[in-house]
């Protein structure tokens, strides 16, 4: 690697890191992903000056296929298919290292045998990393959008199975680092890892996705770190590790959010699809209200902090609910939104589907900002979220949701329910907020309430 | 144990610090684009797999080589394209509106 190579990789990792840290505020978080952009632009532009690059057909062909299908998913996804979009982004990122791996050792032939101990080590890990990311993130994305259903897949000595997968793959790995001549380890190491990729998430339920796609972030970022070890590249490194680094940290926010350990995500099996009505047994009465009632009860509140849920971009009731929160905050009450961390089905995925509503992002609040406020809020406005309103995350030590950080929403004077029905939410507990004295619940599509509500205001 | 890798593992701590320190900054708000953003910059393999791709060598290994072309490239373009689309959305409260809220 000659100087000016080298200090072109420095000046991408400087900028990779000055991206990162101007996300930490919306006001430069945009201008943050530009520097992000350049400097991915400036490493690319000196590795094609490389003097090993001799020929450019495949590369310009790769880079305009590429280019072409991610100018294409950008433009055109949907705010709330974005969890699948990042899930498959991973993937690709996971899948590319691996290649590149791969390809790193075939160009080595018979030389592979003086290779180092590291770099064969990372070699084998960068294999498995990154095709365990391609096909465990491409699984996550088909249960994200539908394609297969987001029930787990359970089946006998689950977790057994994958341990032994995982064990023979290391074992490989350590037979192909004492001799690397033996070539044809490398294909069965890839092929079982991609094995381990699926059947590691098909057991993950739907509702944790979002756990299993920041841990695909982190490994897809570890597969990068692995694949600069084996080419001595320390951008590669740098900026691998900064995203192995970010993906564990949201992984470790999205499992406190929802009081899981991720060995009880990875390996438990919950986390249903939505099912039916689970037996309503209790026969417990609810005070049913009109939108009428919710509106002349909205119009005499001084303030109001709305839980979105994501029932509401279901429903696709966002941009009506803005409508509704401008129409309240011109009548000059406060009103604000209660972000739980679980609202959406990726990490700050509700922040994104209300800023794509027009909703200002100084009103998007999280839960340690506002759960205090509830006690002085006249109108806690719930709509399409259940399980992290539930109080008997509180006290009700038997309950799956023991223990989950919820939203104060039953402090507040009155709370205000818009929902389809009784269902219980994904943990499968009822709600007894909704059989609360002080609670209105206004049954019906959230889309339709709200609407009516907006309608009722403007009279 | 060469220098180089020592020079390696160096770096990859140091820079595991630094993610730690950057990234807990971010606030829930934008932890989507972060991780979008974060996901085009793991993108850098690309940088591996232009070299694989063009080297000219065997080619069983620039096949390889234009197939980790393709997917880096989606996951570099697509990434940062659509993480500049998320944060264009955020926008702040027009002033007036601020006052009122701040009463």
Known sequence: MNVITA????????????????????????RGNMLGATGMLIAIVVTLTDQRVIDYTYIIAGLIIGGTIGLTLAVRVKMTAMPQLVGML?????????????????????????????????MGLGLLIGTLTFFGSMIAAAKLQGTIGGAPVLYPLQKQSNALLLLVVVVLIVLFVLDPSKSYLLPIIIGLAAILGVTSVIPIGGADMPVVISLMNSYSGLAGAMTGFVLSNNVLIIAGTLVGTSGIILTNIMCKAMNRSLGNVLFAGVGTDYQGPAAETEQRTVVRYTPDDAAFMLENAQSVIIIPGYGLAVAQAQHVLQELASNLIARGKTVRYAIHPVAGRMPGHMNVLLAEANVPYDLLLEMDQINDDFQNTDVALIIGANDVVNPAARYKKDSPLYGMPILNADFAQTVMVCKRSLNPGFAGEDNELFYNKKTMMVFGDAKATVTGLVQLLKQ | MTETLMVSIYI????TFVGVEIISKVPPLLHTPLMSGSNAISGITLVGSLIAAGEGHAQLSMYLGLAA?????????GGFLVTDRMLGMFKKQPTKNVEEQKK
Do not use: C, Q, W
């Open chain 1, 7 to 30: 200090f072109a990789y420095l000046l991408a990792s400087v900028l990779f890191i000055l991206g990162l840290m101007m996300l930490s505020s919306p006001k430069t978080a945009r």
């Open chain 1, 90 to 122: 991973n993937g690709f990122g996971g899948g590319a290292s691996a290649m590149v791996a791969y390809a790193e050792y075939l160009r080595m032939g018979d030389s592979a045998a003086f290779a180092g101990v590291d770099v064969l080590i990372t």
């Open chain 2, 12 to 15: 990859f701590v140091l820079a």
């Open chain 2, 69 to 77: 072309v393709i997917l880096a490239t989606i996951n570099v373009v």
